[in-house]
């Protein structure tokens, strides 16, 4: 059995819980237990936060991690935002000793300081690497077939490709493995790798360029023939999914594309019902899915 | 005398606008690291999913940058990036062209130049520790799924959220937010 210190960031629990959930249920039929993180805070938002002030962004998303280093956990979590604050900022201050100095004066303003001592990990990576293809094959009991998945990436799982360990940002095939490990398929589209529009704080900023991205995005996941997106980052899937409803409101197009986070999905192939999954709680409903794989 | 201001780029001045060759620097050491090794060659407004559909030009972006145009901060399109990297992961002299604008954008923030959206996210995280925070209906969702209606971050824990705003005061991020809140009042 091995413990991290489940980081949640903001949008899973507080607007997708049923990502916090099923990355719990699911994680937990490979012996990875995610345990509660006491007193952890957002990332916090690094388009948004580090925007405003790198170190600011630096010194409390290193708060967060100092607080697992106190118990001696590993990092874990399920957002791709999240991932880009603790990843870069635990990277950068175990590489570059002058930054770390800068911002453990920082935080020396609440008796804390930076150590080093904890990995951070997003679960797709432990998944993955750590699990394997194979044994997330193993653990399917409905298997997916004939099931048209449109992956979404999310841009901060993979870049900067120097400042993440996943190689090229190009053509990456790991996610798309571990969703044809559930007996779905991994369809191509049109501009696969794009952005799904809401990072940087655009989404709060100026909505309908936001939502412009995700609109071709859906366009192009359509015309290949998509039955649902599925994504590992809950930002971008709040824009994919509710920017659905707000996409039709303004410009008039419609979907209905459903969207699940990996861990639904995975959830699904390992037989879990989808109220457990906290599937309807999505804007976009998930009937037609529903029915072409139960 | 005008021909030494001239040699001097810290006075030299095209109609109204300064050039300022320390912008640069600054723009370096918050974080766009090499950006002076610009070429202009326009990969990144090339490869911009933004660029397709705003004003927002990266390779513009770097260019005023690197000549020290300081209009550049006032340009309501800098804040139009959504930083997915797509620019610096394909950029030959390996620049971190996102990297650059998020340090153009930290030093539009010291100038209250900031968009107040993000001020508001600030906010949020300053109050509860989230940038988005719990609500009524979701507590429903998280019962149903088995989960406690708070998560046991900061929502359950609040006394950890003092902490959170000492970081904001001493990086001088609290002091912008409430002379931006005042202002807009």
Not at chain 1, 126 to 147: A, F, H, M, Q, R
Not at chain 2, 68 to 90: A, I, K
């Amino acid at each position: 059995m091995k413990e991290y210190n489940f980081f949640l960031g903001c949008i899973a629990p507080n607007r997708y819980p049923g990502i916090e959930a099923s990355a719990v249920k699911t994680s937990r039929k490979f012996d990875i237990e995610l345990r509660d993180f006491k007193g952890a805070s957002c990332c916090p938002a690094p388009g948004a936060f580090g925007s405003m002030d790198v170190n600011a962004w630096l010194a409390l998303g290193a708060r967060n991690i100092c607080l697992s280093e106190k118990e001696g956990k590993d990092i874990a979590l399920i957002c791709n935002g999240c991932y880009k604050s603790l990843f870069e900022a635990n990277h950068r201050l175990k590489a570059d000793p002058a930054m770390r100095e800068k911002v453990n004066s920082i935080l020396a303003n609440i008796d804390y300081e930076f150590q080093g001592s904890v990995e951070v990990r997003h679960l797709i990576d432990i998944l993955y690497n750590d699990v394997g293809p194979e044994k997330v094959k193993e653990s399917v009991e409905v298997p997916l077939t004939g099931l048209n998945v449109a992956i979404h990436y999310g841009c901060h799982l993979l870049k900067p490709k120097f400042d993440r360990t996943f190689g090229s940002s190009e053509r990456p095939r790991f996610f798309d493995e571990l969703v044809e490990a559930l007996g779905a398929t991994s369809i191509d589209y049109k501009e696969k790798m794009m952005c799904c529009g809401a990072g940087g704080g655009v989404r709060s900023y100026k909505m309908d360029l936001a939502l412009d991205i995700a609109n071709e995005k859906l366009y192009n996941m359509t015309q290949a023939g998509a039955d649902v997106i599925v994504d590992v980052c809950p930002f971008c899937h709040l824009q994919l999914d509710r920017g659905q409803v707000e996409i039709k409101e303004k410009f008039g197009d419609v979907y209905n594309l459903p969207v699940l986070h990996y861990n639904q999905l995975l959830g699904m192939a390992q037989g879990m019902n989808p109220e457990e999954l906290g599937l309807d709680a999505h804007e976009i409903s998930v009937e037609p899915l529903l029915a072409k794989i139960l | 005398m005008a021909s030494e201001g001239m040699r001097d780029p810290k006075h030299y001045q095209l109609g109204k606008t300064q050039f300022d060759p320390d912008l640069i620097k600054e723009v370096e050491a918050l974080g766009g690291k090499n950006a002076q090794m610009c070429y202009q060659c326009g990969t990144c407004t090339a490869s911009c999913p933004m660029g397709q559909r705003s004003g927002l030009r990266v390779r513009t972006v770097m260019r005023k940058a690197n000549l020290g145009m300081r209009d550049v901060l006032d340009d309501p399109d800098l804040w139009l990036c959504t930083t997915c990297y797509t620019c610096s992961d394909r950029c030959p002299r390996r620049i971190m062209a996102t990297d650059a604008i998020i340090a153009l954008r930290n030093i539009a923030t010291r100038e209250k130049k900031v968009p107040m959206s993000m001020i508001k996210i600030m906010g949020a995280i300053s109050k509860t520790g989230h940038g988005v925070p719990n609500n009524e209906a979701n507590m429903k969702n998280r019962v149903k799924v088995g989960l406690p209606e708070n998560p046991p971050t900061t929502h359950t824990y609040p006394e950890y959220i003092k902490d959170i705003n000492k970081i904001l005061e001493v990086t001088g991020l609290l002091k912008i937010r409430e002379e931006m809140e005042a202002e807009s009042q």
